[in-house]
């Protein structure tokens, strides 16, 4: 499975974006797709996740009511919408596929990643 994680850049606090993660390879062999995020020192972190077949998400509460995962399985294509973004959320976010859930154990592929910068 290779993933390929783009849509970062600088925004201002309040302000939004959209990521994108295009998935290709042995995509069936998963069953979601997540994103984390990074900043330096820190361990990587959940913010959501969706089901490839059911559409089920999961977020982390930091992010929740502002940031939307959603899908396009005929693009393999997963979705990070964040509005009223915030400077804490300034970081690296990485896309990643594997089983459902929280923990960066559960994906065993990674995507390259993607900076997002929110100033003050």
């Known amino acids: 499975v290779q993933l390929q994680a783009s849509g970062g850049g600088l925004v201002q606090a309040g302000g939004s974006l959209r990521l994108s993660c295009a998935a290709s390879?042995?995509?069936?062999?998963?069953?979601?797709l997540g994103w984390f995020r990074q900043t330096t020192g820190k361990d990587r972190e959940f913010v959501a996740t969706i089901t490839w077949s059911g559409g089920s998400t999961y977020y982390a509460d930091s992010v929740k009511g502002r940031f939307t995962i959603s899908r396009d399985n005929a693009k393999n294509t997963v979705y990070l919408q964040m509005n009223s973004l915030k400077p804490e959320d300034t970081a690296v976010y990485y896309c990643?596929?594997?089983?459902?859930?929280?923990?960066?154990?559960?994906?065993?592929?990674w995507g390259q990643g993607t900076l997002v910068t929110v100033s003050a």
């Open positions: 990643a596929a594997g089983r459902l859930g929280k923990y960066p154990y559960e994906y065993p592929y």
């Open positions: 390879g042995r995509t069936f062999s998963t069953d979601a």
